[in-house]
């Protein structure tokens, strides 16, 4: 995938039968097998790949290459469609910008599926994986927010960090009355956090935080049941490096967009393949220049979202880095690069 910067069937058989100088006809039978359901394979004692048996190793990979002194991680779980052809929920690590897939569920995007069991099937997979003294945030966008979700993230120890609608109320630690989230701030420039009871119905008694902050058309509102002297909203922006990582999968990186396929297990099986190169090739981009700022909570203004007019996006990302950076060690007989992954965070207190 590497070499023909792509995943698709075709690319990925050339770019491995041109370097083993293999039959492309046998290349791409191997490729074509391996994807395939066991009835829709050759021969009586073909196996099929069950993807969901490979997410707890690739969570203990990334951990592997973890650095050493840094136990906090950032999740971010989100859903992305492919045209009307599929509907794919993710949970991925997000690393410099990037994201790494660590977790999925693919869809007929016409298949009506509840969405509630396939997420905590995901997590449950990630009981006890992850040291219990590391601190895991998990990010989510208000299109996803639940409070079963909210529960389901606590139960594992971990930390949600979700944004909700301001269409609910709120009411703050101390007070008997409930009032609006919208009003809770009005104009750009305010922030606000604090102990709350919020929704009236069904109510949970989070952290509020809130900010509209310039450059962004609505305020951020997030939940979290870290206390208000501990978070900083300015994490959440960390959430959009997942759709990062969909681009990558598709135009900016291995151009799934591309895909023929149109069943949802083969798709899921080719997930696995797009996951583990892009954990490889994050990981060797983000050790090429450890400098860049990681998943950063250090350059983020310490009370509010950086306005995306004063950003300073890279020049390379760390997935294009990597990329380079294998194909260079290809080009002068060098051993290939494995990477590894240096966080760098700001206090969390």
Not at 122 to 142: H, K, N, S, Y
Not at 182 to 204: I, M
Request: proline share 7%; net charge positive.
């Amino acid at each position: 995938m590497v070499l023909a910067r792509s995943s698709g069937l075709t690319s990925v058989t050339h770019a491995i039968a041109g370097m083993t100088e293999e039959k492309e006809d046998n290349v791409r039978q191997r490729l074509r097998e391996w994807n395939r359901d066991r009835g829709d394979k050759c021969g009586k004692k073909r196996q099929e790949l069950e993807v969901s048996t490979c997410f707890v190793a690739l969570l203990r990979w990334v951990l592997s290459w973890w650095g050493a002194q840094e136990h906090r991680m950032i999740l971010a779980m989100d859903a992305t469609t492919l045209g009307d052809r599929y509907v794919v929920l993710a949970i991925s690590v997000v690393y410099r910008a990037c994201a790494i897939p660590i977790a999925w569920k693919v869809f007929a995007f016409e298949q009506q599926t509840a969405w509630k069991p396939e997420w905590l099937a995901m997590f449950e997979a990630f009981r006890q994986v992850i040291p219990g003294d590391w601190t895991v945030l998990v990010l989510a966008d208000r299109g996803l927010y639940a409070n079963w979700l909210f529960t389901a993230i606590q139960n594992l120890g971990w930390h949600p960090f979700l944004r909700i609608n301001a269409n609910g109320k709120y009411r703050p630690a101390g007070s008997s009355q409930f009032l609006p989230l919208c009003n809770l701030v009005r104009q750009r420039g305010d922030t606000w956090s604090g102990a709350v009871t919020c929704f009236k119905w069904r109510p949970v008694r989070p952290t509020l935080l809130a900010c509209w902050a310039e450059g962004y058309t609505d305020p951020w509102l997030i939940l979290t049941d870290l206390s208000p002297d501990q978070a900083s909203i300015a994490w959440y922006g960390m959430r959009s490096w997942i759709e990062c990582g969909f681009r990558h999968t598709k135009r900016a990186g291995w151009q799934w967009n591309q895909t023929r396929m149109t069943d949802p297990n083969r798709a899921s099986r080719h997930w696995l393949a797009l996951a583990v190169a892009t954990l490889w090739v994050v990981s060797v981009g983000g050790e090429v220049d450890p400098l860049l700022p990681a998943s950063t909570l250090d350059p983020l203004p310490p009370d509010q979202p950086r306005p995306r007019s004063n950003s300073h996006p890279r020049l390379l990302s760390c997935f294009r880095l990597g990329i380079f950076a294998i194909l260079f060690a290809l080009i002068k007989h060098r051993p290939l690069p494995m990477g590894s992954f240096h966080p760098i965070y700001g206090p969390f207190d």
